[in-house]
């Protein structure tokens, strides 16, 4: 009890500062300026979309948008910190579960294409085909699919990583070759952010995936072949 008293003490003074600084920030804000939006539609032939909101997300504000996928990712990275026990796995899915998954995954699926698609030229893009992906993934799971075993490990926290780090390989490349970073050259920026958006699909669809089991992959296979142990066990 008095270990937890002492904590909170000590925590509480770094809880009240970071509000203060935070209500700060947000204050002092300084008031929108009018000419953005015009801006925006001023330089869309340099964008290589023909969306504002993704000409601003993916390249005028890049970086915000890189910003985003790391902190979802160290989010994914806070929950495997506590490592929670495993949610216990569904042997025997229910059949009507099971017949709607297998009817809505393809579907799932290419409603991901299409909003990745289309996010160059209407609403959509990265962060809702991720979404999108993420919910076949987690509804295949809620019929008893796991992750196999040879995706665990290396190759699925290469998919996880692959997101911002090909953000950060072409601010790279920019910073380079343009002086700028994230300043795409007109000519080659629709090549850029459909790059970009394509791995992030797939490395937000993970990301939300994983953090829906709530626990590293690896603990849930290691309770599915202890369970399969000690049933074949009982049988014999």
Known sequence: MNRKILLLTLLLPLLVTLAAGLAYAVLSLPEQPQQLPKLVINNMNESGVSHPVTAVLLN???YDTL???VVLLLALLAVWSLNLP???PRSTPNRVLDT???LLTPLLILITAYLLWIGAHAPG???QAGSVLA???????????RIPAKLIGLPLRIILITGPAMFIIIAVRTLLFDGQLLKYPPAQAGLFIAIIETVATLSIAATLAALFLGTRPIAINKKNIEQASDNGSEHK
């Open 135 to 145: 919910a076949a993934a987690v509804l295949l799971m809620l019929a008893g699919w």
């Open 60 to 62: 005028f504000r890049g």
């Open 100 to 102: 709607l998954t297998h």
């Open 67 to 69: 910003l985003e996928l």
């Open 86 to 88: 495993a949610a216990e």
């Open 125 to 127: 893009g990265a962060f």
